[in-house]
């Protein structure tokens, strides 16, 4: 019987998104995995051999010869382009419905800034909403925390910055990174958290009140 109750899934949520696409590879579908194309991002698809679950957005970037080649087996979602959710949010809906709480996006970055800033402020949507997320490009992976802890292996090279949103972070710490902060203070109108180094070392970046959008660049 259907109680009406989503039973909460262990599996991931990837969305193929229609900004710029610089990976070399999309991480291996897993049995139970969700896989949304994000309007355009139904060509990065066909382009990269990924048959996506469901294909939604008000298709104003995938025109309609491109949503002809929608096979069968894939569920379209047709969205009124007078709308308040952006297609990716209306995305990350369906994929919180389904009951996933682990979400990671490509071809979220680039492309129209407002899309790119509207793509960062999902994140804290999927935070709220107890998910977490990772935006992923060529070289970077951009997550969220909120009154909690990140930590990276030794192993981890490249650059990490951090950046207070939803207003100030307190009781920022940063250790294990060449730049070490302790009980710090950031606001949304200072970004003192900005390319920190990775320095051989396990890393941790902790916030005790508030939420920082962490950046990871590794080249």
Partial sequence: MDDGVRTEKKNKCILICA?????AEIPEKREGDLVIAVD?????????????????????SLGEDNQAQ?????????????????????????????GYREFHLYGALGGRLEHTLANLQCL????????SAYIWDSCSMITLIENESLTFREDMEGMLSVFAVGGTAEGVGE????YRLDQ???TEAFPVGISNEFIGEQAEVSVKKGALLVIVRWA
């Fill in 19 to 23: 900004g710029d696409l610089e990976i």
């Fill in 184 to 186: 710090a203070v950031l």
């Fill in 70 to 98: 929608i096979g069968p087996g894939q569920r379209m979602i047709s969205l009124n382009p007078v709308k308040d959710d952006t297609d990716t949010l209306a995305a990350l809906r369906l994929g919180l419905a389904e």
């Fill in 175 to 178: 250790k294990g990174l060449r």
């Fill in 124 to 131: 804290l949507f999927l935070k709220k909403e107890g998910a």
């Fill in 40 to 60: 355009g991002g139904y060509l990065y698809c066909q382009v990269l051999g990924i048959e996506p679950d469901v294909v939604i957005g008000d298709f104003d």
